[in-house]
């Protein structure tokens, strides 16, 4: 019988070995995924209907596999994209869309006008832009395999930029089949006829989401612009990689473990920016916004006074700093439709937002506020969020008013704010959350400009004026007419808050150095980006 | 005994029921809406409305609760309220990591702890024992997310002979497999080995003075020998029911563990279901745990007649 005598000089060596042979291991798997895009997004994909949901990893889901009939370019311009021509009647009541040719569903089927006039509907029932603009059509009609009608009952300027929406919800095409679920009840069959197919068997919430490019998808011949262009897929394939830990998902890009963070957060920036081969791409121009929602049904925001007073005390520096932190990453802007886009004026809000406590306080006394407390909800999970309540607190409280700052988890402001009982029983008076800049491009697609009462969402506003002036605006036919209703918008809520905005903010991507091509859009895309091998 | 695992096996009929009673009314007292949550900042309350009928969150919980009951008897877990898949796909498919991590991290543990444990005891009072026992306390001390840090740095950062983080299925190698776990069940290894370590110090320790020992030496037998035979196996009772409280205990420690090293895996479903308020998910989880909970201590009982023959039931 032999016997086997480990030294330690064997046992070193062996495990040096074995170490070595897994790190080779790993290395062979990496450089086996040279067309393999790994990409950590924000969040983890759950659901899979982007017109049932507004949550934007689902919006990014929608672009990987659905295409739009138009679509917005890096100018801010809205383009054919499925949509090879267009008419519209000189009464400006018909319009006539006509598809591109050899358009195909991932199970290689034609797209036809018929799949396109059951997506628009689908969409319509939950989108608010598309609501609005759906109380324009008369009728929508699939004249052939390519064509379909839209005859308005009067014009509206909205129609086309709807239709190439940038943000949730994106009005997706899908097949008839698809299209024709209840908007209420989630689809059940991921087919489209976007650049990526979505691998559903490779699907594992809490793990990955798979995407293969679509060998049928016939790009336009333009080049690619922001959402719209020639949508050319580089890559055979991206695999979205859930790493909820941020300092993970860094580790794992400085590894090359993945290739792109969609978002990392802004205190993990420098360490990024230490490592000088990674580059940090700002994706999104337009960012994000931060905004504070008044509760209008209960004491003390039920008085426009107080809600003046609010927006005289606060100021938007402060919530940026406090946030976000790197001035790089912030920009303070009076502008409720966004600096940087069209309808971007500082109208009624040239002395507002500027922490004038005195002029707070006098409103305040204005409006006989006897101390009633600001139930504030302050979310604690969500990093770009965690340090607006308390600033919010301060400032108001500065300001004169006395605040109730209620720590919860993010879900749990969520499930709040859409209670309507006064704060004493389980209610709330003003919360805040951010918006990604591209869904309030215009009082009509942004929902908290919505004074319908009942029918507006979370807080309530009820303003017949405001609301007025966004049926002027859906009327709208000229962008002359459009940014001087824009402005009287802005005027309108400058006087009678709905809520207040606090400044825009923006959450550059991190890539591999051998990534190259990624487009700056509304949302994150995929196509033409390139992996050059390591 | 036959009798005895049959009389255990119904007793977990009414744990099974209480805690389902208890977890499905306190997901429905805790604050959070599912709707609120799926439907989205643009939506209306209406739409909220809606999306909760879809969901029966609209019915009376006593209704939902009775459906619900209906359903798990018939081996219906339900469906998640996010994802389009049933509750037992995404179980079932966070099955092998957990059960991966859980398994090595339990073998790293006895492997490591038990000698451990065992030399500390022969070697009571000297530098052996107090690096045995200050380990010991470091284990228990430092919460396993700073330990899984550094061996991250160090290992996979500074070294990478380990990946960051990630997760590699069995079926598709068994080098990518361990390579990916390693890390992560060493980490959580940790606490096991001290808690093992000390335990069976302790209990080694007061066997070690008995008369049988002393005898077992008179007679001859080398001090392996006597350790490992003579007093590792008299005091393996305690020690067993430290393993299984620690593999009980496993259940909340690789939530942490597999946020970490972002493995998918049911500590991580777990967390991702409370956040979003999937009351399926969770509950089914809920259930699953306690179920594996009461298994791993009827285990355990069973384990002491093994060790003590003594033990009849």
Redesign the interface.
């Known amino acids: 019988m032999s016997s086997v005598k480990l030294s330690r000089r064997t046992v070193v060596a062996g495990a040096a070995a074995a170490a070595g042979a897994l790190s080779a291991t790993s290395q062979a798997s990496a450089q086996g995924a040279a067309n393999v895009l790994r990409v950590v997004m924000h969040s983890d994909l759950r659901i899979v209907d982007p017109i049932w949901t507004t949550a934007y990893i689902v919006r990014n889901h929608g672009y990987m596999i659905y295409d739009t009939l138009f679509a917005m370019d890096a100018q801010g311009q809205i383009k054919p994209q499925m949509v090879d021509t267009f008419t519209e009647s000189a009464d400006k009541l018909t319009y006539s869309f006509t598809l591109r040719d050899g358009l195909l569903w991932h199970d290689n089927k034609p797209v036809t006008a018929e799949d396109c006039v059951a997506s628009i509907k689908r969409w319509s029932a939950r989108d608010p832009l598309g609501q609005t603009v759906m109380g324009f059509v008369a009728e929508m009609t699939a004249k052939d395999a390519r064509t379909f009608e839209i005859k308005l009952k009067e014009p509206t300027g909205l129609l086309i930029f709807a239709l190439g929406k940038p943000s949730s919800n994106v009005p997706f095409m899908m097949p008839k089949r698809v299209a024709d679920t209840d908007p209420n009840t989630q689809i059940s069959e991921f087919i489209g006829s976007g650049p990526f197919v979505f691998q559903r068997d490779e699907w594992r919430p809490g793990d990955k989401a798979v995407y293969t490019k679509f060998a049928g998808y016939k790009p336009r011949p333009e080049p690619a612009s922001s959402l719209a262009g020639g949508k050319v897929v580089k890559v055979d394939r991206v695999e979205w990689r859930v790493i909820t830990d941020q300092q993970q998902a860094v580790n794992a890009l400085l590894a090359g473990e993945v290739d792109i963070i969609e978002a990392p957060s802004h205190d993990l920036l420098p360490l990024i920016k230490a490592d000088r081969s990674i580059k940090i791409f700002n994706w999104n121009p337009l960012g994000n916004q931060y905004t504070m929602r008044f509760n209008h049904t209960t004491a003390p925001f039920n008085s426009q006074k107080v809600r003046q007073a609010a927006l005289y005390a606060l100021n938007q520096e402060d919530f940026l700093k406090a946030t976000i932190g790197d001035a790089e990453y912030y920009k303070v802007c009076k502008a409720m439709f966004v600096c940087g886009s069209p309808l971007e004026t500082l109208a009624g809000m040239e002395d507002k937002l500027e922490s004038n406590f005195a002029k707070s306080k006098q409103l305040l006394q204005e409006a006989g506020y006897k101390g009633e407390p600001v139930v504030l909800l302050h979310s604690t999970d969500l990093q770009v969020l965690t340090n607006l309540a308390p600033v919010a607190k301060e400032l108001l409280q500065k300001g004169g008013f006395t605040v109730d700052m209620q720590s919860m988890d993010w879900q749990t402001v969520v499930a709040r704010r859409v209670k309507r009982d006064p704060p004493t029983q389980g209610g709330w008076s003003a919360m805040l959350t951010s918006w990604v800049s591209a869904d309030i491009l215009n009082p009509v697609m942004a929902g908290f400009f919505n004074s319908s009462g009942d029918k507006a969402a979370f807080g309530w506003p009820t303003d017949p004026e405001i609301e007025a002036l966004r049926a002027r605006f859906a009327r709208a036919s000229t962008a002359a007419e459009q940014k001087q209703i824009a402005e009287a918008v802005q005027r309108r809520v400058a006087e009678n808050p709905t809520h207040v905005h606090l400044g825009q903010w923006y959450l550059p991507g991190a890539t591999r150095p051998n990534i190259s091509g990624w487009l700056a859009a509304p949302a994150p895309v995929f196509w033409n980006i390139e992996k050059a091998r390591a | 005994m036959i009798s005895y695992i049959l009389r255990r096996l119904l007793a977990i009929v009414p744990v099974l029921f209480t805690v389902a009673v208890m977890v499905f009314l306190m997901l429905r007292l805790t604050?959070?809406?599912p709707a609120?949550?799926?439907?989205?900042?643009?939506?209306?309350?209406?739409?909220?409305i809606?999306?909760r009928t879809?969901l029966g969150l609209e019915q009376p919980i006593l209704q939902q609760f009775f459906i619900w009951l209906g359903n798990i008897v018939r081996g219906d877990l339900g469906e998640s309220f996010?994802?389009?898949?049933t509750v037992w796909e995404?179980i079932s498919?966070?099955l092998e990591p957990t059960f991966s991590l859980a398994l090595l991290t339990m073998i790293i543990a006895v492997v490591v702890a038990i000698p451990l444990g065992v030399l500390a005891a022969y070697k009571q009072g000297t530098w052996i024992d107090r690096i045995v026992m200050g380990f010991s306390v470091i284990g228990f001390s430092v919460p396993v997310f700073v330990i899984g840090?550094l061996m991250?740095y160090v290992f996979?950062?500074k070294?990478?002979?380990?990946?960051?983080?990630?997760?590699q299925r069995f079926a598709n190698?068994i080098?990518?497999f361990?390579?990916s776990l390693i890390l992560p069940a060493f980490t959580l290894s940790v606490i096991y080995i001290a808690l093992i370590a000390r335990m069976t110090r302790t209990s080694v320790l007061e066997v070690l003075n008995e008369d049988y020992i002393r005898t077992a030496r008179a007679k001859g037998q080398t001090e392996i020998k006597v350790l490992f035979q003579h007093a590792l196996k008299n005091a393996a009772v305690p020690i067993a029911t430290v393993v299984g409280i620690g593999v009980a205990l496993l259940i909340g420690g690789v939530v942490v563990t597999e946020?970490?090293?972002?493995i998918?895996g049911l500590g991580?479903?777990t967390v991702?279901a409370v956040?979003?308020?999937d009351f399926p998910v969770i509950q089914a989880i809920i259930l699953a745990f306690s179920l594996v909970y009461v298994l791993i201590n009827l285990l355990v009982d069973l384990s002491y007649t093994i060790f003590d023959p003594r033990i009849r039931y």
Not at chain 2, 82 to 85: G, I, L, S, Y
Not at chain 2, 159 to 167: A, D, M, N, R, T
Not at chain 2, 259 to 262: G, L
């Open positions: 604050p959070g809406d609120a949550i799926i439907a989205g900042d643009n939506a209306t309350t209406q739409q909220i809606d999306i879809k996010f994802f389009r898949k995404l498919d966070r840090y991250i996979a950062i070294l990478g002979w380990f990946p960051v983080q990630g997760y190698g080098g990518g361990l390579q946020s970490v090293y972002s998918p991580r479903l991702d956040l979003a308020r």
